[in-house]
């Protein structure tokens, strides 16, 4: 996504940002952490528990699990296990500062471009990413932005010295954005009603007449059609089509959430709902049709003047009564990298307004895992699961709590980031005083 040129001033600017947290190395030795409260997620938890891992495994884990011969044994008695936070909509390590052009990379020129993968421009030197993974969240799915279709994202792991070794799963899903069918009446909107309706037509029409020709890309391929000719962009939807690559669609109001039903309805496609602002409005909908919602932001503010204050806050407790598929994650957008970190609580907002308070828990660990398809490695603490787990000194739900120990494949994580060594920078300056 980023030409010579955009690149090479990406050094410039952004050098003096780059972080210099070191990746950690491989886990050496089998570890042990004894004592703790352990929070599988996908079971109950082991108070005065054990956990096991070795290579970057999950080996044991139970109130008498076995600690093999020559394991690091980490007295943690008195603390908390968890498995690490994920989120689920982010362009960390696509974004460092908002306002220098060089340091963003979340997206490509036109309208449909399902051929960007975002795995290729992860930035391992962000100075974001540490900042994040400092309060728990150690994976992430990086989501392209911009025209209709996207592109590819990438669910990745918060450390690692390439894009490619911090790779998790890439591609994770295809990403289209549902246009916004509301139109703006007032007087002094910059485009008439009739101009703002021809946009919403063209836009639509885009994606139907995009899909179509990939359709017949895919059966011309399939029947070894004579003379076939190989197109980079159609290629990229292949996998939509063959049903191994999961559509997320991107879509907030009751219309486009109808909109983008009715036409993945049609095209035979299960699509995954990102934003689901309104997600609480077409429940039933959404529980017919299977599809799960990963809900941007429950501190939303109400998206209509008559809507109840806590439209957002509760739209995930009621979809959780439906009986539809979800987990919270940030808004995905520019200005949010910044505050990923604050993950955690958007999760306790939800359980504050109706959410069991171990539903809230899941949303942000294994229901993310399980609807970007790694739930097999991530999301629990469960034997033969990546070892990815922070320990903490209570609820990481709760503003208080603090995150004393992460491990990434069992690799343990240094916490340390620009903003914690500028706290430790200014501290001593008044010392001295």
């Not at 409260?37 to 082991?46: D, L």
């Not at 980490?74 to 060089?102: F, Q, W």
């Not at 295809?174 to 485009?191: D, G, S, V």
């Not at 916490?415 to 001295?432: A, C, G, I, V």
Request: glycine share 8%.
């Amino acid at each position: 996504m980023k030409t010579l040129a955009a690149v090479i001033l990406f050094g410039l600017v952004a050098s003096s940002y780059a972080s210099d947290n070191i990746p950690s190395p491989p886990q050496a030795k089998p570890i042990a952490l004894k004592g703790a409260t352990i929070h599988p997620v996908s079971g109950p938890e082991i108070p005065s528990g054990t956990i096991v891992f070795d290579k970057g495994k999950i080996t044991a884990i139970g109130a008498d699990a076995a600690v093999p011969a020559g394991a690091e044994v980490i007295d943690v008695t008195g603390k908390h296990v968890y498995p690490g936070l994920i989120s689920a909509n982010s362009v960390l390590g696509l974004i460092e500062i908002g306002a220098a052009r060089a340091t963003v990379d979340i997206e490509e020129t036109g309208a449909i471009n399902p051929n960007v993968r975002a795995a290729a421009s992860i930035n391992p030197d962000s100075e974001l990413l540490p900042v994040a993974r400092s309060n728990g969240i150690l994976t992430v799915h990086a989501v392209p932005e911009g025209g209709l279709v996207s592109g590819q994202s990438a669910v990745i792991r918060m450390d690692g010295w390439t894009p490619e070794e911090m790779t998790v799963r890439s591609p994770a899903a295809m990403h289209l954005r549902w246009p916004n069918l509301t139109i703006n009446r007032n007087p002094r909107a910059q485009k008439s009603v009739k101009d703002q309706q021809k946009d919403i037509d063209k836009a639509l029409k885009q994606i139907r007449g995009g899909f179509q020709t990939a359709r017949a890309y895919w059966q011309a391929r399939k029947s070894g059609t004579p003379g076939f000719k190989s197109d980079l962009r159609w290629e990229a939807l292949m996998p939509v089509f063959d049903g191994s690559l999961p559509l997320f669609v991107h879509a907030a109001t009751a219309a486009q959430i109808e909109g983008a039903l009715a036409w993945a309805k049609e095209m035979q496609f299960k699509i995954v709902l990102v934003g689901g602002n309104d997600a609480w409005r077409m429940a039933p909908q959404l529980k017919e049709s299977g599809t799960p919602v990963i809900i941007a932001l429950s501190t939303a503010l109400p998206l209509r003047r008559d809507d109840g204050y806590d439209s957002a806050f509760s739209n995930a407790a009621k979809l959780h009564e439906a009986g539809v598929p979800f987990c919270i994650a940030m808004n995905g957008r520019n200005s949010e990298a910044p505050h990923e970190r604050n993950l955690p609580y958007e999760a306790s907002m939800a359980a504050a307004f109706g959410l069991p308070k171990e539903e809230a828990l899941k949303a942000i660990t294994l229901y993310p895992a399980q609807i970007l398809g790694v739930a097999d490695q991530l999301g629990s603490l469960e034997t033969g699961k990546a070892a990815t787990l922070i320990v903490t000194n209570g609820d990481p739900l709760d503003f208080p709590t603090h995150i004393e120990a992460a491990y990434i494949d069992g690799r343990k994580i240094d916490l340390t980031n620009r903003q914690t060594r500028l706290r430790d920078k200014y501290l001593e300056k008044y010392r001295r005083k």
